[in-house]
Structure formats: structure tokens, C-alpha cells
């Protein structure tokens, strides 16, 4: 089992929509969560991240963990065209990061 | 220029071969990483390196190698390439919860 599982979609959303992503982890010691995004041929790049449980707002993405249930989450508002690309939540204890495969987004217009 | 370089950023090689790809970085972080990505598998840790005097395995360093020539450099080695380590490779580097990564390398083992 992965420390950091995600489904890996494809999910394909139309312009304007709310975007849900989601991510569950085993590892009780994790204590920052983040989102990076990767563009095609791109490396990943860090999106946001959360401390512990809680939610964090960024524009018009919202990350949130729920610890108790190990999950986590983020929310994208008002999608748009270049919102499309890979999303991978990650979890770090120590020095070690662990990411989930990641999810494939494409926004329509 | 990038913050984290990775060269060549494209590789065929043929089965058998010794191949290295090289990383350098500007961010001036002490902990640099190797990666490998593969489609349904994620980001896989190779090696990592804390120092320059400091090097540990990952998930997944069978078959790999790592140098860690200064502070900005880490180099990845493939002594003997072989198919299934057809991939994308990237290196980063970290200063506290944030991984910079560069913008990869593909190679592919023929």
C-alpha cells in the first residue's frame, strides 16, 4: 500500500465549475500536506500547502485535511481552461516527501 | 534560468549502456532528491541526499546509482540501462515543506 493514495481520473470538467480532488494517506506521523500542479513536460510545481488539520485559501483553491480520517482535499472554484494539468497531493514527515500518482485535469471551455 | 537544471532533458539509450543524467541547482539547499515517474505509478524516490557527505536509498534504487559531486550538484547513474527504466526522471531540491523540481528528464531504454 502507498503512503499516499489518489485516484488518478482522468477528470474532465466544464469551464466555471466547482472541482473536487482527493487524496487518503496511512502514515499518522504525516504533518504538512500539499498540491503541486504539473503542466505537461513540466516538472511539478507547489501549489499550496496545509499544517496538520484544517483548511487553507488560496484564490480560488481551497486545500483542507480532515486527520482524523486521513484525507485530503482541494477544491478548485471557478475553473478555468488553465486550471488543466496533473494535481499531486503530497505528504512530508521529516525530510521525505510522499506523493500520491496524481490526477489528470482538463477544463473545457 | 531554471532553478533546478536537469540535462540532457531527452536520452535514448540502448539496453546495456552506462548513462548519467545530471542535475544542478541555484536554490543553495542542502537536500536534493532523485525521482522517477511513471504513468499509474506516481513519483517514486530513487536516492536523496541531505549533504554532500550524506546519501540514502529510496524507494527504488536498485540499478541506480547517485554522486554528490557539490552542494548544487547530484548526478543520477544507470551502470547497466535496461527497458523498464524507461521513464521520467526529475531531481529537486527542498527547503522546508517546498520540493523545486526541475523540469525533468525523458529517457528511454531501446
Known amino acids: 500500500q502507498k503512503e499516499v493514495e489518489q485516484d488518478p481520473g482522468p477528470l474532465s470538467v466544464p469551464e466555471g465549475a466547482i472541482v473536487s480532488l482527493n487524496c487518503t494517506y496511512s502514515?499518522?506521523?504525516?504533518?504538512?500536506f500539499m498540491w503541486y500542479r504539473q503542466y505537461s513536460r513540466k516538472g511539478p510545481e507547489l501549489l499550496m500547502y496545509?499544517?496538520?488539520?484544517g483548511n487553507k485559501e488560496d484564490g480560488r483553491f481551497t486545500a483542507q485535511v480532515d486527520k482524523s480520517s486521513k484525507y485530503i482535499s482541494l477544491f478548485i472554484r471557478d475553473s478555468q481552461p488553465s486550471d488543466s494539468a496533473t494535481y499531486l497531493c503530497?505528504?512530508?514527515?521529516?525530510?521525505?516527501?510522499?506523493f500520491g500518482t496524481g490526477t489528470s485535469l482538463t477544463v473545457i471551455p | 534560468d531554471a532553478d533546478v537544471t536537469q540535462t540532457p532533458r531527452n536520452r535514448i539509450t540502448k539496453t546495456g549502456k552506462r548513462i548519467m543524467l545530471e542535475c544542478s541547482q541555484t536554490?543553495?539547499?542542502?537536500?536534493m532528491y532523485w525521482y522517477r515517474q511513471d504513468p499509474g505509478l506516481g513519483l517514486r524516490l530513487i536516492y536523496y541526499?541531505?549533504?554532500?557527505?550524506?546519501?540514502n536509498k529510496g524507494e527504488i534504487s536498485d540499478g541506480y546509482s547517485v554522486s554528490r559531486q557539490a552542494q548544487a550538484k547530484f548526478s543520477l547513474s544507470l551502470e547497466s540501462a535496461i527497458p523498464n527504466q524507461t521513464a521520467l526522471y526529475f531531481c529537486?531540491?527542498?527547503?522546508?515543506?517546498?520540493?523545486?523540481f526541475g523540469q525533468g528528464t525523458r529517457l528511454t531504454v531501446v
Open positions: 529537486a531540491t527542498s527547503f522546508g515543506t517546498e520540493a523545486f
Open positions: 502514515n499518522s506521523a504525516f504533518q504538512y
Open positions: 503530497a505528504a512530508q514527515t521529516g525530510n521525505q516527501f510522499y
Open positions: 496545509t499544517y496538520s488539520s
Open positions: 536554490k543553495g539547499h542542502d537536500r
Open positions: 541526499s541531505f549533504d554532500v557527505k550524506d546519501i
